[in-house]
């Protein structure tokens, strides 16, 4: 088995598993081998789905699963809405965006309304990772600098440049010389009443650190509820001192809200706006187009300037009709449908019925979220020592309940409770019903 990573490893199948496996499922895993050994499969016994509809994922026998994990797939399952839109748009063109047409504008000036006035351009990619590989290479070309800050456990994407500032893929995998890493801001941990300072100190330390190596600081890349560290949004604001030490030392912060973006927080349309700040590049990924490969780097004229004056950048299918189009259909179900107020009311309910478990069942050590972005965290009872084997138990249980969902953060135990924004009040009964009895069958 290739080496370790957290965000990779801590909920995946692993070849010793394969005897376990029906003949059909053993077959199809065993035909996997052609794609090489990188890719990983979640669960002991990995799924095979074949359709999705809302919330609802279908195997090949037809057993229903809820889906309690994916966000890329923002207004839930094969929307008709959104698969209208895509079928319309392909069976007229699709081309790249060396041409006129108007998808690419309508898009780019509805989804710039929604951001701060002071971010008034837009460039589009088809992968986060691209995403936010572009926009490192625009902070170092407006600061003039190379060092690129992180959290611990970050996960920004896996081109060249970016998979060397994601700690989260492990491994052997190297981190960037000239890039610091700074600790979780983990409000379940640290002993501190004000963790937008504490956060700030260590944002100084990793600055004066590149400083005494020669390295000129360029900027801090997170996304505004650490996700991929074991998601942690709250004291809303705690960022605003953060992103003020980031421009003290003339650096730019870029927001990656591949995750925290497109209402999922419930609180607001950003993530970041909950910090009441405005950053000087927001990163977004596929849930803007409903999973389809579009992302986009929104940013600040005059920060984008310095690169583009230099550089000419060209992305053959990025922005494309046929993306553009399910952008589009996606940011106007969110608006028709309310996702921002139906993340909020769902997920305020979802993270209090969690906590409400939490004296029942002393694992539970800590429950925090932001609308429908609930992370729950695993422990051994009685202390707060992450119990990665129990959270696996977990999911698998919740698994053969048809109740489908995952892990994250450096111990591989927070439960990562992220469904597509369309989650409902019934859905949730449906995960708490399944929730209660796993909890109960393994004497937690």
Not at 290 to 297: F, T
Request: net charge negative.
């Amino acid at each position: 088995m290739p080496t370790s990573s957290t965000i990779m490893d801590a909920n995946s199948f692993r070849p010793e598993m394969m005897d376990s496996l029906d003949e059909a499922t053993r077959t199809l895993v065993k035909r996997r081998e052609i794609l090489g050994p990188s890719y990983r499969l979640f669960y002991q016994e990995p799924l095979h789905l074949v359709r999705g509809r809302g919330t609802r994922l279908f195997d090949a026998d037809g057993t229903e699963y809820l889906d309690v994990y994916n966000n890329v797939v923002s207004v839930g399952h094969c929307h008709p809405r959104v698969v209208d839109a895509i079928q319309k748009q392909v069976a007229e063109l699709n081309t790249h965006s060396r041409y006129l047409h108007e998808n690419i504008l309508n898009y780019a000036e509805d989804i710039v309304s929604t951001l701060p006035e002071a971010i008034n351009r837009i460039m589009f990619m088809c992968s986060g990772s691209e995403a936010n590989d572009l926009a490192v290479r625009v902070a170092k070309a407006y600061s003039g600098g190379t060092g690129i800050i992180v959290s611990s456990e970050a996960y920004h994407g896996n081109t060249a440049l970016i998979e060397k500032l994601s700690p989260a893929l492990g491994g052997d995998q190297p981190m960037a010389i000239d890039m610091r890493m700074i600790p979780t801001p983990d409000s379940y941990r640290l002993d501190t009443d004000d963790l937008g300072t504490w956060m700030a100190d260590q944002v100084r330390a990793a600055i004066a650190d590149m400083q005494r190596h020669s390295i000129k600081f360029a900027g801090l890349l997170a996304d505004s509820i650490f996700s991929s560290d074991g998601i942690y949004p709250t004291p809303a604001g705690y960022l605003k001192p953060v992103i003020d030490a980031v421009h003290e030392a003339g650096g730019i912060w870029i927001a990656d809200e591949v995750q925290p973006g497109f209402t999922r927080t419930g609180e607001s349309f950003w993530g970041f706006q909950r910090h009441g700040i405005t950053p000087d590049v927001v990163t977004m990924g596929k849930p803007m187009a409903n999973g389809m490969p579009c992302s986009g780097m929104a940013v600040r004229a005059e920060v984008l300037d310095a690169f583009a004056q230099k550089t000419p950048y060209f992305n053959t299918f990025a922005g494309n009709p046929v993306s553009m189009a399910a952008a589009q259909a996606t940011l106007n179900v969110m608006r028709d449908e309310d996702t921002q107020g139906n993340a909020l009311r769902v997920g305020t309910a979802f993270r209090d019925a969690v906590a409400e478990r939490m004296n029942a069942h002393p694992c539970i050590g800590d429950v925090r979220g932001s609308g429908l972005y609930i992370g729950a965290e695993i422990v051994a009872p009685g202390t707060k020592t992450p119990d990665h084997a129990t959270a696996i138990a977990i999911i698998e249980d919740l698994r053969k309940r048809h109740v489908l969902t995952s892990v994250c953060g450096a111990g591989g135990n927070v439960l990562k409770l992220r469904p597509p924004l369309v989650f409902s009040m019934d859905d949730l009964d449906i995960f708490l019903n399944a929730f209660d009895k796993t909890l109960t069958s393994l004497h937690l």
